[in-house]
């Protein structure tokens, strides 16, 4: 089995997916991690000199609030009563994958303070709980609700909690630890199970989005499409990000198909380019926000050699924007996907048989599949809202705003859910119109073909959309394989 090392650098969303699947095993580097140490000097002198808010004092609307060192007959209480009161354990459990891809990221953004020259400054006991459940796939209980884009208190409490011993753990076990003066604020100031769930949602739809492009070049040959909108001139005269390459790679893939039936396309032909190409700007845009928030320190406060620094990279406002926009591209990409599976099923355009269909006369072939298509669009049609349009007032209106990057992320998480039904109907009626008519298969979309066309039943009579449906599904990361060492 592959190993990945934690050290508190950038983490590439394939090894974080790998990581959350169990496919590759987590190495932290120890003496990362001991270097830990003096940054948890510097919270321990900042504490006993001054101020630390979540140390010192209480949080939110409690900001100003002392607390007493010693309360209850425990040295450590207030942060107990901290960890205890946020977490809220109310909403589904989160899955294992995404629990374990919690865990990574939350330990890597500590690391990352050992090269920044400020971190949270957690004792070397706590830090060292949480590498031994990361290297041993030991896992808490996370509930979903609590978090709203600053910070995932309510979940990263349940893994305090978990940590110190007041809670069972899910999956195997870790020896329990004392709880640290400092220690509670430091270790749910994170955005850690939002990062986790956008990043493995995101790692599946770049996948779909590659896959996209060979099943629009699929359509486009069964539909008998003109190349000349997909011509690189034409792009490279007015080249927004990635629509040159986009563009390219399409003209690519059907270059040597069937001579054009029409002088210009419809939209969902001409236009792919340029609904595809804002898609995969989006997904770089947001893959570099969750690179950079998953391996830099965003704790408050941040302790250094200066002391205490109490600031607001708790607001993940970067994060929601980005999530935003990609949900929003990706939407149009699946609704362009509906325009060619329409366009496919209408003899006017394909020359074959209405709905694709095999058999005796009035079969409905794939009537149903557009049923299907619009219904997941009319379920994902919500998510496209911003969620960064939300507002709040709470903590007793101190804390006036939020970026509801969770929410974001988890909307993500559905579109990622639901989007390869869309485009694996597409992908399923392109297969059969080019079965139907062979000599429209160019040269260089060959290989795509075969992806699907060895997994799919080869009688089309009438029967159940589903296990052909699914058979595409899962020969996505196939055909992204191929587009990956071909396009963008």
């Not at 996948?207 to 070049?217: E, K, N, R």
Request: proline content about 7%.
């Amino acid at each position: 089995m592959a190993t990945v090392v934690l050290e508190g650098r950038a983490l590439a969303l394939d090894d974080l997916e790998a990581l959350a699947h169990g496919r590759a095993r987590p190495v932290v580097d120890r003496a990362v991690l001991a270097s830990l140490g003096a940054v948890h000097a510097a919270m321990e002198r900042a504490r006993a000199t001054g101020a630390v808010y979540g140390a010192t004092t209480g949080v939110g609307a409690n900001k100003d609030v002392d607390v007493e060192e010693e309360q209850d007959g425990h040295p450590r209480a207030h942060g107990l009563r901290l960890l205890r009161s946020h977490a809220a354990s109310l909403g589904p459990v989160e899955d294992g994958p995404t629990t374990r891809a919690a865990l990574v990221v939350r330990l890597n953004q500590l690391l990352a303070g050992a090269h920044a020259g400020v971190g949270a400054g957690l004792s070397p006991a706590v830090l060292g709980a949480l590498a031994d459940a990361v290297e041993t796939g030991a896992l808490p209980t996370l509930h979903r609700f609590g978090s709203i884009g600053i910070s995932d208190l309510a979940p990263l409490a349940e893994l305090g909690l978990t940590l110190v011993g007041e809670r069972p753990w899910a999956v195997g076990a870790v020896p329990p630890v004392a709880l640290g003066a400092a220690d509670a604020l430091p270790l749910i100031s994170s955005h850690a199970l939002t990062l986790a769930t956008a990043s493995l949602a995101l790692h599946r739809l770049r996948q779909l989005l590659l896959a996209g492009l060979g099943i629009t070049a699929l359509s486009f040959l069964a539909l008998r499409g003109t190349p000349q909108a997909w011509a690189p001139a034409v792009h490279a005269a007015r080249p927004h990000p990635r629509q040159p390459e986009v563009a390219a790679t399409l003209h690519a893939l059907v270059e040597g198909g069937p001579d054009p039936v029409r002088v210009q396309d419809p939209f969902a032909l001409r236009t792919a380019p340029q609904v595809l190409a804002p898609a995969f700007a989006a997904v770089d845009a947001l893959a570099d926000v969750l690179r950079l928030e998953a391996a830099t320190p965003g704790e408050n406060p941040l302790v250094g050699p200066e002391g205490v620094l109490h600031h607001g990279q708790f607001h993940a406002a970067s994060l929601a924007t980005a999530l935003d926009t990609v949900r929003a591209t990706t939407y149009g990409v699946l609704t362009l996907s509906a325009a060619r599976l329409a366009l496919l099923l209408r003899p006017e355009h394909t020359g074959l048989r209405a709905f694709l269909a095999a058999g005796p006369r009035g079969s409905s072939g794939l009537m149903i599949g557009e049923y299907v298509v619009q219904d997941a669009l009319a379920e994902l049609r919500p998510a496209t809202a911003p969620m960064t349009a939300g507002t709040v007032s709470i903590s007793l209106g101190l804390e006036e705003h939020a970026s509801f990057a969770t929410q974001g992320a988890r909307a993500l998480r559905q579109t990622a859910e639901l989007a390869p039904l869309v485009l694996g109907v597409e992908a399923l009626a392109a297969v059969r119109a080019l079965r139907a008519a062979p000599d429209r298969l160019s040269p260089g979309a060959s290989a795509l073909f075969a992806v699907f066309d060895e997994v799919l039943d080869r009688d089309a009579r009438d029967a159940p959309l589903g296990p052909d449906v699914e058979a595409v599904v899962a020969r996505v990361p196939d055909l992204a394989l191929l587009l990956r060492l071909q396009g963008p």
